[in-house]
């Protein structure tokens, strides 16, 4: 029986492989990461220090709509909210500067192929969701897609939240959503990644301007030097992990199989863009000590773990916070000994410790003791996959929700997507502790 937390080096090697589309066998995938991108609204480009967050970007003006899903066994909904987030601190920060600078103060060394690495340290003073209060990119691996939609409030306390970012598999045009997955981004998106182990990056269509990379490293890839979402944020993803897995084709390896665990992530834009979309591993943001993650932030919220040894199921995910505050938070397994006919056809989250479905929510505190080992049943069918990032609570609250079984406190957001969301709507998705009090 297996059920604990993903820490160390298997975590981190699980996941660098995964950013970059591949098994942890194969690395081949990493030298061709180019796939579809949207059009739509516009955003202001991005400081050239990048200390300074850029504003959100306006409301879209328009909805996105209800999506004809499938039909599937209704569910009671799943949540985990983790709380307490946000702290002072600092990064490691690359910046383009010669050996000897001394505003390499935090590494003037070599980079994992030999090259220069001048980093500095990126301090951080406030408590508000830091570091997730900086541009954040949305990764996507391993799903069948139908519909994505990111809102934002002008400012943290606003009244109103806008759809600032959308995309609808029945146009498969982004609304100021761009998709990578190679050295571009693409102006249309088809969405059904469960074909390949191809990574996607997800971010606004506004190139990010990093200035001559003095103060922030200029990566040579326009793919992702895009703007990612700042401050709080609001992301919904219609999708579905059912599939057969020997579908799955290597990510540009011409029919070879691929790795096929799903992987839904929100990384620092930082991140992928000063270290070769995390495989510059000893020159990026990602950590400070080791392979723990306490640097500029990454937040698995949906990963299938798939890698043949007592931690892999393809049945259960996990979902895990890493971040300076206080490195690895959740990330919990349920490997081999778990199995998904323990439970009822209803459950979508549970305990992995205790092999028991929770009949409440469980809370995670940064920085406390969190209720059980909560993990994931892998959903069968199409899924509300909900992610909120709140300044104003400190809280990022990750929510699975059947199509059929909507709680009024997400009824005027699902399964319409309008154009706006009332502060109410946004207190009421927090408060959320599914499968209670729907």
Known sequence: MVARKLLGAFAFVSLLVFACGGSSSDSSSSSNLGGPGGSG?????????GDNKTPPPPPLGSGVGGYPVDPSTPTLGGTMTFTNVGAPGFWPRRINREAGDPACNYKDGTDTWGG????????EEGDKLAPFDQEMTLILKAIDVKQVAVYQPATSDAAQWGL????DRRNKVGQNLGFTQGNDQQTTFEGDLQKSDCVWYLAQTGKFDCGDGRDYYCPKDPGVNRLGWTGSKLFVLLGSMTFDDAGVQKCNGGGASGSPGPWVALVASELIRDGGRKWNGACNCYSKTGSVGDGCGEINLFEVVMDNNEYSNREFAST?????????????????????????????????????AYAKGPEIPVGGDANGCPVWRRPVGDRYFVVLLDEVKRTIQVAVIHPSNVPSAAASLLPALPPSLGRDTIDGLISLRLPAGK
């Open 41 to 49: 609204g516009s955003s202001t480009p991005g400081t050239s220090d």
């Open 116 to 123: 220069h690495c001048c980093m500095k340290e990126q301090h």
């Open 164 to 167: 600032v970012s959308s995309w």
């Open 320 to 356: 895990g916070v890493r971040s300076y505050q206080k490195g690895h938070v959740g990330g919990n397994v349920c490997g081999t000994g778990c199995s998904r006919g323990a439970f009822a056809d209803d459950v979508e989250v549970l305990d992995a410790c205790s092999k028991t």
